[in-house]
C-alpha cells in the first residue's frame, strides 16, 4: 500500500514540468502563427504572413473613338439630302461633293454638311475629299439621252467606287434602282449604268459593299422653288402595292407592281448600312428596305 501511494506521488510530483513543457510549446505555436505544424520553433516567427494590401489601378486616359465621318455623293438631292439629314440626327460628320462647293440650299441642316468642290467625272478631284471617309453613299442618277445616262449612273458611280477602295473606305452604300421590266428597255442608259456600277461595287467591296434598289421614291421634292407633294400618291401605293408582293412575279406587268418607298426611309437605311458593320453586303430590294426602315 505504501508503496503504490509513493508511486503516486512520485508521479504527481513530474506532472508540473510535463505541464510546462506543454505550455511552452503551446506559446511556441501562438507566437509563431503557426497552428498547424507542431515542430514549429521560435526562430519560426519571421514566417508570420502580413494582411495582403491591394493597389488601386492607376487611371488610364482613353480616347473616345471619333465619329464616322460619312461622304455623300449627291448629296443636295432629293435622296441625299435625306441621306444627309438621317447622318446628322446620329451625330455623324456628313460631307458631300459639289462642282461648285456648298449649293444655293436654304436649310438648316446643309450647314451642317462639309461641302467639298469636285466632280465624279474627274477622278482626280475625288481624292481629298475621301480623306478620313470611314463610309460612301451614292445617290448620284439622272435621265436623259442614252449616253448620258450612262455616264451619270454608271461612269460617275465607276470613279467614285474605285476612288473610295484606293483610299481604304471601308464600306460603300450604292442606292440604285428596282427592275421594271419592260421600262428597262425603254431607259437603257440608265439602268446599263446602273448595273455596271453595282458590279464595280461588288468586286471592289466585296464585305462593305451595299446596293439599295428601292422603286418610285415618294416624298416632298424640291424643283426650283417649287415643292412638289409626291408622298400625296406613293404613300397611298405603298400601303396597297406592299400587300401584294406574289403579283410582282407575274411576267410583263409584275415588276410595275413594285411598292413605292418613302425617301426618308431609303434614307435611315442608307445610313444604317454606311456606319453598321455587321449589315449584310450585297442587294436590298423594296422589301427589305421597307423592312429595315421599320427597325430601330
Known amino acids: 500500500m505504501r508503496s503504490s501511494v509513493a508511486r503516486l506521488i512520485r508521479s504527481s510530483s513530474a506532472s508540473p514540468s510535463r505541464l510546462r513543457r506543454a505550455d511552452n510549446s ?4 501562438l507566437k509563431s502563427g503557426n497552428a498547424f ?6 526562430s519560426d516567427q519571421r514566417h508570420i504572413e502580413k494582411p495582403f494590401k491591394v493597389k488601386e489601378a492607376e487611371p488610364v486616359n482613353v480616347t473616345k ?3 464616322h465621318k460619312l461622304l455623300v455623293l449627291g448629296g443636295s438631292g432629293f435622296v441625299g439630302s435625306h441621306v444627309c439629314k438621317e447622318a446628322l440626327d ?3 460628320v456628313v460631307s458631300s461633293l459639289n462642282r461648285s462647293g456648298k449649293p444655293s440650299l436654304n436649310e438648316p441642316w446643309a450647314d451642317k454638311v462639309i461641302w467639298n468642290q469636285g466632280n465624279l467625272l474627274e477622278p482626280a478631284s475625288l481624292k481629298d475629299a475621301m480623306d478620313n471617309v470611314s463610309a460612301v453613299v451614292s445617290c448620284v442618277g439622272g435621265f436623259g439621252s442614252n449616253s448620258f445616262m450612262y455616264k451619270i449612273n454608271g461612269t460617275a458611280n465607276i470613279n467614285a467606287i474605285r476612288a473610295a477602295a484606293e483610299k481604304g473606305v471601308k464600306r460603300f452604300v450604292y442606292v440604285s434602282a ?3 421590266g419592260l421600262v428597262n428597255y425603254l431607259l437603257q442608259g440608265y439602268y446599263e449604268g446602273k448595273r455596271a456600277s453595282e ?3 461588288l468586286s471592289k467591296f466585296t464585305y462593305g459593299g451595299v446596293i439599295l434598289r428601292p422603286g418610285f421614291i415618294h416624298g416632298t421634292r424640291r424643283v426650283g422653288s417649287v415643292k412638289i407633294p409626291l408622298g400625296l400618291v406613293g404613300s397611298p401605293m405603298q400601303m396597297v402595292l406592299q400587300n401584294i408582293k406574289p403579283l410582282t412575279r407575274l411576267p410583263l406587268i409584275g415588276p410595275l407592281l413594285t411598292p413605292p418607298v418613302s425617301a426618308a426611309s431609303v434614307g435611315k437605311v442608307a445610313v444604317r ?3 453598321d458593320p455587321v449589315f449584310p453586303p450585297g442587294i436590298v430590294d423594296v422589301y427589305g428596305i421597307m423592312r429595315y426602315s421599320e427597325q430601330n
Open 178 to 180: 428596282a427592275d421594271f
Open 26 to 29: 503551446s506559446s511556441i505555436l
Open 65 to 67: 473613338p471619333s465619329p
Open 199 to 201: 458590279a464595280e461595287l
Open 37 to 42: 505544424f507542431g515542430n514549429a520553433t521560435p
Open 90 to 92: 446620329k451625330g455623324l
Open 273 to 275: 448600312a454606311a456606319t
